[in-house]
């Protein structure tokens, strides 16, 4: 069975053009390969790429890592794409640059259309985080697949319906080993990740030790 995964599910407009030359492309960067070494961005054994971080733009849009980039131990401004037009009812994304953006770059869209504050996304692949959390932080529902205008809609639900603005936190249930972490700079969003990367090998210590039930 093929993964369902890297797969772009939008209508996608990509322009081939130059990097973009911004100051929030070092930050980016750099956010994105602290989840790399952190193993929450990479590529499973088939190849296949996994994660992606964005942040938005003053001047409009935002810059989010291309397609098929998670094997990259580190990113340089080539991998990098600038969304600047989506629609999430009509399914369609235009993007420029040196690559293709994110297969998940409609999810991120949706989110920075909500809510203005949110500055950056940072979204990671986890196994034993997704079991771990999903139904114990805000989740989307199973049943919606990812880079679709569903799991755009679920993320607006979740806002409404769940403790989401205050955790900045969401497991994407319908997205094996998915989770997503938004903040006001890149570095608040990877940060997210790695905050709950790190409370759950504790809860594992508890979990596992004489005194707790063990996990799994």
């Known amino acids: 069975m093929m993964r369902d995964e890297g797969v772009i599910k939008y209508v996608g407009h990509w322009q081939p053009g130059p990097a973009v030359s911004t100051p929030l492309m070092a930050p980016l960067m750099a956010g994105r390969d602290r989840l790399y ?3 929450l961005v990479g590529a499973y054994p088939d190849g296949i790429g996994y994660g992606n971080v964005s942040v938005r733009l003053p001047t409009g849009g ?3 890592s291309g397609t098929q980039t998670g094997a990259l131990p580190q990113t340089g401004p ?3 794409s600038l969304v600047d037009q989506w629609d999430i009812a009509a399914n369609r994304l235009h993007c420029t640059g040196p690559i293709k ?3 998940e770059s409609l999810t991120h869209g949706a989110l920075y259309d909500h809510d203005p504050a949110i500055g950056a996304i940072a979204h990671g692949h986890h196994p034993d985080l997704w079991a771990y959390y999903r139904d114990r932080l805000p989740t989307t529902c199973p049943s ?3 880079g679709t205008p569903a799991m755009a809609a679920e993320m607006i639900r979740l806002f409404h319906d769940t403790d ?3 955790r900045r936190v969401l497991v994407m249930a319908g997205h094996e080993d ?3 972490a938004f903040g006001p700079t890149v570095a608040a969003a990877v940060q997210g990740l790695l905050d709950l990367q790190q409370q759950f090998q504790k809860s ?3 979990l596992n030790s004489p005194e707790g039930q063990g996990y799994g």
């Open 37 to 39: 070494d952190a193993g």
């Open 62 to 64: 935002f810059l989010i």
């Open 78 to 80: 080539e991998h990098y």
């Open 101 to 103: 953006a994110s297969s």
């Open 144 to 146: 919606v697949p990812y």
């Open 164 to 166: 989401l603005p205050q």
């Open 178 to 180: 998915g989770v997503l």
């Open 204 to 206: 594992l210590q508890t």
